[in-house]
């Protein structure tokens, strides 16, 4: 029981995540004004969907009540995460 509501509210982090990389997709990352920081509608449409579909697809593994399906989801989900963060960091950073 305990493990539906941790992967809940892993989900609406992620879900959170996804929606905001999608709706600033023409502003720079956090309004940060840093020289570097430059919109990149494509990487921020391009890791909203991935956050929003891994969500989803989380949530349908944890309906299952299959904890190892559930915690593998999640681990692959935390690793998506640290790709989107590299990703995203490293074009910010000179």
Not at 34 to 57: D, N, Q, R
Not at 59 to 66: G, R, V
Not at 79 to 94: D, N, R, S
């Amino acid at each position: 029981m305990i493990i539906q509501i941790l992967t809940a509210c892993f989900n609406l982090i992620l879900v959170i995540e996804g929606l905001y990389l999608l709706t600033h997709r023409h502003r720079p990352l956090f309004n940060l004004q840093l020289k570097s920081t430059l919109p990149m509608p494509g990487l921020y449409t391009f890791w909203g969907v991935t956050l929003l579909v891994t969500a989803v697809v989380i949530e349908i593994l944890a309906l299952t009540c299959s904890i190892t399906i559930t915690l593998s989801a999640i681990a692959v989900a935390c690793l998506i995460e640290l790709a989107m963060t590299l990703t995203v960091v490293k074009t910010i950073l000179p």
